[in-house]
């Protein structure tokens, strides 16, 4: 921390010292003064270049300042566009609606009504959580081992980390936790087990109005469901009269090769929630899809100041435009995705550790927080922007926008090669010539 | 409804209808699509013009677009600033930091930390509770009749509104009830009361982890505590080992004439939330001032993805810089807020009406929800945008952006009077004559 | 503590001290053997007697070991009558049924079902409040100052007591608690208070299962509940579409001078709960009375293997009918009350203390629980059992037999008189004289 | 349900229509009106006598009205023994604790303080959680499928019927429900799998105040956990911190062949909970047994009227002394277990089913609730009374007292099994033949 207090204080000031709550955390990691932002790449103030493997936890797939963006939002600041207009009616919101209908829903055959919660992932899945248990007349959900979905109050009983939910300071209740796919290795089926538990009258777990689930768990170690799973977690809600919710947060807007993570699946999901990427430019803005016979809500029911926020309209229809108007960047993706397999596929093979992940959000299992703090912190150090997941902080995580340049990626991966290397074998040569 | 339906597809779609959700809140009232805005005009997508005296319920205070903040954001956007960068230190950052250490902090001799939550005042509600509760080991919170802290779990436990409520779909714990100053009458101190169950080993309601109030209840009906009363509960929290947190979410940044809507008070809040007219400029950002002794976080303990809104940051300087360098604002707003009372004084008497709130905050209790909601109505079809307060709807409520010129100013009280005479006293000459 | 220790070593042995919790109470007050009790005598293991003041705290009603109460459960347990049946059929079942039929709920134009719930109030609480939330779909409970409910959790939640709550380890939810009559005065109507919370739809208390009420608070203090305030809270519950529970434990079985402490008033509870006295001899039994129509239990769906306590239907019977087939013995409560009444108010004058209570659970309130400790341990040491009661223990309270004789009962009057007099006018001259 | 009213009826009344709630449970099964019991016979109103394979769910292992027992109780009630003395010094009280120290503590090495609670297993249960709660400043409690604890709103939560839980008419929190052993099985362990859980630090199970579990689950469907499992569920409670709570209502008092249930185990439980067959005749009472670093309790800090049951003290008494001073009654439940072991097995081998439970309280799992319940009810009209138990009411339950006499027994056993044959085998010679 002195170190942290130091560096920055060189760089300018110790006003983050005086005045900001030791809460702070990735600053902790990083730190650092920093300015701008392009693409793949952060700025620090005295321009020092960093490559971006974290991109806002995932709510940056589009890289920072795309040009396209910025055009859209500083013509439409200029020309003094609504900023905040509560939830009016707004010509930015309906431009936002009609690109989302047009290119996402239509496309995919979904038939989903779209509620504009507060501006954050949390309260997409606080309005999920709250509808859900509205839509049964129920209050018990379900969510997983490793599950992450917010802080406030409700969704943090859902949540699972406990350093998280010992922040609550009051007893987190509602929700019944149940293995995540491969928690007791992979010849256990937890699908089964869950179904077994919510059949049996004296199981003890009461009829829930959710099941909620992350397609990938980002947060908790880049946990990927398979489809199967995933399908059978759906049969076993539809089954127990439960809503089916598929938290998208991390793991949507192209993260995984396509616009939601769970395309491939052929899932019917009731309720589903979506932030961070959804803007376009890593703006607060979250939405929660809602089957419509489920869309039950009283006027204002869920209501909040932020839910419009009108320059995240603006980004995100541009966004969807650019990139998800044809499948080029679904390729794209898919491309980079098995590159990025391949080069951590032959790190985590070179020291005996597992993959993790899928698409652009993989990472190597290195066991261990420690050995997995270290190799972030060499990153840093030498230019590049990586974090840990799980929970023990044990799996190094690429989560780098999906347009970054295929140079600028292999210059990270190199960097994370090179981060192994020396932290775990600090006298092999390639290191030694350093 | 239909009408609505109609209105907006004459004006270009009926995409509103067709996917969002029924959640959708002022755009039932204002069934209008609207594209710029300006200071405290609103124009319709057809340019027809509003006066707004909503002000995105209090988020506004400025007006829309205010120039300087506009021409920050696009040099900040235009130069490639950070848009997101988690809670990263950042330069954005760092310069609201020091503005508002500079600006409100030192000047008022106040020293807290600054928690950037979740952008949402929710956010701030939920943060300040879950360290009131970690701080004092205890779960029961004081919310008082009328309180509204939001929509997630934690803040809706604490808010009043029984349609809130019934939308978190289980039952909402950790609260006690509290009367708020006056519900009884001016001659009962509900202060006394509080402390008198608070005192008795008998009373039955739990030793409280906070005493959570609105010093304005902005949606419960612009009741407006008295100093005396703040005081009073403040003491009460104290003696009785609570922390003592104020949500100063819509009365805040110079709404009541002063920057947090206490200060006259001589109070001493050990945690105070901020949202709304935070940024300037209507984005979402929210902040939680922590006494330094309670700031027992551990790092990460609460975080979430945009804790960081950078964009905010840029403009929310700015508005510190523009508005509360000296003391012309707030004399301004003072003298608005005479002009207010006089105006609204005087159509009150006239129906023998009683006014509520403070400073730019009041509105006139028509004691009936019908009523009020025919005059915002009437107001609207004028050409005003205003709204309703209170458990019955019966406040009409007058927000206007605090730096309105007066002519507008008085356009729109014009406005308010004649609707007042268009729907209470339909066969007066001045409505006649129209 | 060592004296007790040592008294009752003495006595006989240190087996008390050696394996019973220290969660042991009323032997704190009382340190001396028992062995033998018969009317309102105790008599201690060394022959000592003791005049009991505290009928274990109500449930001795008619006296210890009423003599036809003792042959009916000695011929019956003589004859093989079943002592243990579940909730089978059985005739010691049916003759108490029969005999509350005809001699309880017919002679009052009652129409209850009657649910054996297990054998402690504490139980026929929790039933009633399940039952109620069950009917109404609600959660919330509306429970007042003072109230005692007893110490399982749903129960708990209700009772006021810091002490006992702070007991259950765990927050204790689903109750909003309200002023008792008079808690803020005698001008004040807390009647009123909760009525308007009710009505306001922003008043923040969820809609109520239930509205639970002592007719007067036993453990609480001795607060005497008027009949007109208990029609307006009946009256506040059916308004509010919440069930109306008495809960008569400690104050019914004659206490107050009839069988049920509300009959004079006129009320119509749609649940009633019974236990202490109920069995007749302190025997464990409790009883939870539902209008029919709120009979909507589905079979076990809550049972206990001690809800056909049989040797308590055998005596509860004897006392239905020796003490509830005319009013002879509603007749001699009424004249001890005034009796006890007239004595108690003379003490009471004389050091410018108040009466509180009603019938024969009447007490003077010293307004310091170490006064009224004092009182009551001296009491103790001149072989009066008696106990305190309020929020700070501070009303010495009187709940001898119902059938104490006229002599024994001004005995232990004159005990109370001389303790009030040793412990408060230590310089009096019959103080002196003794 | 008529044929109940109307053979009731014509035995004497419909009292019990009239007036009992619904709620009543096991006199639909055995639609009889009792009288008299004996040992192992209850006899009809009507003289008819009925073996008893239910002995009052495990309340009755010393058989009914034993005659030892009823004559020191008749003498003394004769003698006027304190009957209700709430939790004051008595002889009685003494006479048991210290019964209870030599005969049960002493041999076995334990070191426990006696909390006598309200009379009722539940009441057990509910202060075992409460005070586990207290102990250990956590609120999480681990309790298994297929438990069964009680109906009190704590105990309630701990529960696993979902037909008794939404009996609570509200959400019931603080329970994370584990599997039992052999609940995926026999190949899958379960004590690891809930070891894995809460040893990640994001499994989302809080750390517990408790481990609750029945060493042979009674209601549950008599699932006999091993001593290796429960010995690793010991050791995973230590580990976390978590007290060991050992629920031995039912299988306790000698049902498995020992006073403890877990006697030869070699268990070290932290609390231990009694009920049932305490009393030694039927008589509600109950027992929490506290390792004495854990009673920590205020005095009085979990009370209640009924927590002497003097009667019960003798009778308990006379229980311990009789059936527990030396081993013979061990062996000659032993013997019987190998019996009903022998038998059952036979049966369940001719039908393909399984056994369940283990010593006198063993059962066949017929697969089927149906099929169960009409084996119980030809059962009953042979003159046998006997339940079900599991989940689905699945299991045939054999719960005799233990004194039953060999051909009684084999009597007993009979019925079973020409029952098995009549509901499975109509056909058979043997039924034919009838």
Redesign the interface.
Known sequence: MTTTTTQ?KQG??G??D???????????S?????????GAT?YG?DGREYIDF?A??S??NYG??DPDM?AA??DY???????????????AK?GF??A??RLI?RPRNMD?????T??????AV??A??????VTGR??VI?????FH??????L?A???????????????????A?FEG??GPE?DTAD?LE??LD????????P?AILVEPVQGE??LNAASGAWLKKIEKIAKKHGALFILDDIQAGCGRTGTFFSFEEFGLDPDIITQ??SLSG????FAL?L?KPEH?I??????????RG?N?AFVTARVALEKFWSDDSFSKSIAKKSAHLETRLGAIAERYGFSLRGRGMMQGIDTQDGDTAGDICAKCFEKGLIIETS???DEVVKVLCPLTIDMDLFDKGLDIIEDAFEAILAKDSPRVAAE
Request: charged share 20%.
């Open positions: 920055i300018k000031t006003i983050f005086r005045i900001e709550s030791q809460v702070r955390s990735y600053s902790r990083f730190p650092k003064l920093f300015g701008k932002a392009k952060i103030h974290l806002g936890c709510s940056l920072h300042n910025q939002l500083i600041v200029t020309s003094d566009g609504i900023a905040h207009g509560l939830d009016m009616f707004t010509e309906e609606l009609l989302y209908e829903l989903y009504k779209l509620m504009f507060g501006p954050t992932g949390a309260n606080e309005a959580l709250k509808l859900a248990r509205k209050t018990n969510a997983f081992t490793n599950g917010g802080m406030t109050l409700g969704a009983a949540t699972g980390n406990a350093g998280k939910r010992e922040g609550g300071g009051t007893p987190l209740n509602g929700v019944h936790r293995p928690y007791f256990v087990m077994q538990m049996d009258p004296s199981g003890g777990v009461d009829a109005a908790g170690g932030a961070k430019m890593g703006l607060p929660t809602i869309d809500w009283k006027p204002a029911e869920h209501n909040g100041t932020f926020n320059h799980g929970g023990h």
